[in-house]
């Protein structure tokens, strides 16, 4: 299943076999891509705007902030950190399960070489089964 996830997320077997729908994609994802990061003009001169009137009306500085070292009308830095910060939270469950499997297996592969097999290839009891009494000696 990994290989067939590796094969088919490769772009190049995509342009193979079918070359032109494979540019047209991704002209379009090019597109959306910079449509979402680059502001429209609107919004450039609205955010002008609104720094012209926070030059002008400044706010009272509060520092009474109830524990929450954060202020709530701060934003993300930009689009692609707020965009990363998004993924990596929808990719966490992901990442740990696959971090987990991989120690879970390289745990299980030290305790099968740790255990001595015999000559049949069967790992050895924890314990000697009991000598065998005879009855008819006592």
Do not use: C, Y
């Not at 994802?29 to 926070?54: D, H, Y």
């Not at 902030?65 to 993300?76: M, Q, S, Y």
């Amino acid at each position: 299943m990994k290989h067939d996830l590796a094969t088919g997320a490769d772009p190049r077997a995509w342009v193979q076999v079918a070359p032109w729908t494979t540019l047209a994609g991704a002209a379009i994802a090019g597109f959306v891509a910079a449509s979402l990061a680059v502001p429209s003009k609107e919004q450039q001169a609205i955010k002008r705007l609104r720094k012209l009137e926070e030059a002008l009306n400044p706010r009272p500085h509060n520092d009474a902030r109830n524990g929450d070292d954060r202020r709530h009308d701060e934003r993300p830095a930009s689009f692609m950190s707020g965009f990363a910060g998004s993924m990596l939270k929808a990719l966490q469950p992901v990442l740990m399960s696959a971090i987990s499997a991989a120690v879970g297996a390289k745990v299980a592969d030290n305790d099968q070489s740790a255990a001595p097999a015999d000559a049949n290839g069967a790992a050895p009891a924890s314990t000697p089964p009991p000598a065998a009494s005879d009855a008819s000696a006592i």
